[in-house]
């Protein structure tokens, strides 16, 4: 187990002219431990009070891949339910804290998205991807499931497109299906068009209303307010599942590979 692996990665905003950007990293495929989740809930929550902050852009580093999702190294080394239970409701911070943002965040999914990662893209309020943006949630390959992400996921598709990616879980779906199924609003050739798309969006946000903004994030996210207790109970279910020896030995095999 790598510790070093679990204290990897960074958060990084960047405020230039009302527009804030998020952009989060990892050496391994962008995944995200514990330390990076909190890091990125609190950003998106102190962004959301910030005067000189009128839209938030979330990104993340790299060409191919926008997130792996859970760290590996820090899910095999979960040893009780209150330990999987925090880990878990790392995601749940991250998803509720962009709900409750009171400014738009616009996503920008450049590669693969996968559990987590999924989560993230469907926890924002627009997103833009390139064509390279496949989508999965791998969580019952390894013996758990989608469950924090799946409030956001099923919001954003619906229920039916949600559980076939949870079913089929092993697959990629393509970023042009993610767009027909309202993951993604833009699906762009080039990761150059899309920040060009990006900008263009971001400036013309960074200039309206931003009470009328509000009031409107309000509205999109209407019949959510019981997401805080929700995704704990969700995170809580994950937490359990990650402890059984079925579990440990999926994870321990994908890592293998």
Known sequence: MSNQAINQGNVVVTKKNGISTIEF?????????????????????????????????????????????????????????????????????????????????????????????????????????????????????????????????????????????AINATEWFSAGWAKNKGLFTDVFDEVKEMDVAIQKLAETLNTSNPEAMRLLKQVFWEGTSHWDTLLTERAAMSGELVLSDFTK?????????
């Open 25 to 165: 990293s990892h050496p391994m495929s962008n995944s995200l431990p514990g330390n990076l989740l909190e890091k990125l809930a609190n950003s998106i929550t102190e962004l959301g009070t910030d005067n000189a902050t009128n839209v938030i852009v979330l990104k993340s580093a790299g060409e191919r891949a926008f997130c792996a999702g859970a760290s590996f190294d820090e899910l095999i080394s979960i040893n009780d339910e209150a330990t999987g239970k925090v880990f878990f409701s790392g995601f749940a911070n991250v998803i509720n804290a962009a709900r409750k943002c009171p400014k738009f965040i616009i996503g920008r999914v450049q590669g693969k998205a996968v559990g987590g990662g999924v989560g993230l893209a469907s926890a924002v309020d627009y997103c833009f991807a390139t064509k390279y943006a496949s989508v999965k949630l791998s969580e019952l390959a390894i013996g758990i499931g989608p469950f924090v992400v799946g409030p956001a996921v099923e919001r954003k598709i619906g229920t039916s497109a949600m559980s076939a990616m």
């Open 249 to 257: 030995k999926a994870i321990n095999s994908f890592k293998s590979k």
